[in-house]
T-cell receptor
Framework: GAVVSQHPSWVICKSGTSVKIECRSL??????MFWYRQFPKQSLMLMAT?????????EQGVEKDKFLINHASLTLSTLTVTSAHPEDSSFYIC?????????????FGPGTRLTVT | KQEVTQIPAALSVPEGENLVLNCSFT??????LQWFRQDPGKGLTSLLL?????REQTSGRLNASLDKSSGRSTLYIAASQPGDSATYLC?????????????FGQGTILTVHP
């Protein structure tokens, strides 16, 4: 149980285009979903927290207009990287929690590798 | 602001050794602490979760302890195997305004050679 999927697993896009990444909880309802970014040889940095039906809460320094997050249902959250640039190339990982604000265990997706050329 | 530090940054051991990975955090007002494993290019696998009221958790060859007052946790791996080679990440979930958010350490890269 507690499986989280991400799609796509990797994507290459041209600079200036937008890319959408999906995060799904397959066997539980996720009250809260989190989006993280991981640069090579670095740890995970939280980008934003989203609760179903609410606007996402972004961490300091994360541009909300560039990284659009939608948590439209209890099993799906999407991250759209708008007008992507090479510096946005990274490994994006989502996590989902069945409780508010992830008070208990967060279950992580397999990640999406984004390369912007 | 919560900061999490992991020592050592990298560790290489022969198969069969028992080993200890260390994690320290600056703000003791945590809700829980988790240890994760990450294989290259992959997502995270949760190994152990310790609630702030607990002192340790065990799963198979893994044992994690938590000393909240001193801001420390250790992950003990018994009888290491080559399949244990991965990056191990420690993360804390803070209380108050940081409720539920995970702050990660930089990780320990473990290599177990046959």
């Amino acid at each position: 149980g507690a499986v989280v999927s991400q799609h796509p697993s990797w994507v290459i896009c041209k600079s200036g285009t937008s890319v959408k990444i999906e995060c799904r909880s397959l066997d539980f309802q996720a009250t809260t979903m989190f989006w993280y970014r991981q640069f090579p040889k670095q740890s995970l940095m939280l980008m934003a927290t989203s609760n179903e039906g609410s606007k996402a809460t972004y961490e300091q320094g994360v541009e909300k207009d560039k990284f659009l997050i939608n948590h439209a249902s209890l099993t799906l959250s999407t991250l759209t990287v708008t007008s992507a640039h090479p510096e946005d190339s990274s490994f994006y990982i989502c996590s989902a929690s069945p409780t508010l604000a992830g008070a208990y265990e967060q279950y992580f997706g397999p990640g999406t590798r984004l390369t912007v050329t | 602001k919560q900061e999490v530090t992991q020592i050592p940054a990298a560790l290489s051991v022969p198969e069969g050794e028992n080993l200890v990975l260390n994690c320290s955090f600056t703000d003791s007002a945590i809700y829980n602490l988790q240890w994760f494993r990450q294989d290259p290019g992959k997502g995270l696998t949760s190994l152990l979760l310790i609630q702030s009221s607990q002192r340790e958790q065990t799963s198979g060859r893994l044992n994690a302890s938590l000393d909240k007052s001193s801001g420390r946790s250790t992950l003990y791996i018994a009888a290491s195997q080559p399949g244990d080679s991965a990056t191990y990440l420690c993360a804390v979930s803070g209380g108050g305004t940081s409720y539920g958010k995970l702050t990660f350490g930089q990780g320990t890269i473990l290599t177990v050679h046959p």
